[in-house]
């Protein structure tokens, strides 16, 4: 019973952290990696941690909503003759308030007939030097609304909370 109660209340301090639990990740009894979506794996191709597109979805790595505050986004763009959708964490400000290492960003995606439900988390991908951007892999676009993207990320503090985007 105090293990039930300690487990418990742990997740209700995470949700008052601003955390959000991972259905998807509970399930599987271990973390989500990138290689659920790297390498090609589940429909997903690896681009460059450079590219960006036309942003469809944003939020601020803070409760400021400063325009200088870290982000993570939704972008698509046309990757291999495919319009593709990514996520991709990167700074207002990048002289002044660059992106550290460590920070992480992923996607998650959803649809219907996706063998995992509730939905599939790209990630997480690390920003791997202090001052550059970072994205997850890209899948595919579809018309169906029910062909959904996010973005999350956090800083680079352990503990940091986790912020993301609305559906998209």
């Given amino acids: 019973m105090n293990r039930m109660r300690a487990t418990l209340s742990a997740s209700a301090a995470r949700r008052r952290a601003g955390v959000r639990d991972d ?34 979805a944003r939020q601020p790595l803070s409760d400021t909503n400063s325009p200088t505050a870290y982000q993570v986004t939704v972008e ?24 550290r290492k ?14 995992i439900q509730p939905w599939l988390q790209c990630g997480p991908f690390e920003v791997r030097h202090d001052g550059l951007t970072a ?20 800083m680079e503090l352990p503990g940091s909370p986790v912020y993301c985007t609305d559906w998209w």
Avoid: Y
């Fill in 135 to 154: 994205t997850s892999a890209a899948k595919r676009t579809d018309p169906s609304p029910a062909w959904q993207f996010r973005a999350c990320g956090s």
């Fill in 23 to 56: 259905p998807l990740r509970a399930r599987r009894r271990g973390p989500c990696v990138a290689s659920d979506c790297g390498g090609g794996a589940n429909g997903f191709v690896d681009i460059p941690d450079s590219l960006s597109g036309e942003v469809k």
């Fill in 102 to 115: 460590h920070a992480k960003v992923w996607m998650d995606w959803r649809a219907p007939q996706s063998p």
């Fill in 76 to 99: 698509v763009g046309t990757i291999g003759g495919d319009r593709r959708g990514w996520a991709r964490i990167s700074s207002g400000d990048p002289v002044n308030n660059p992106v």
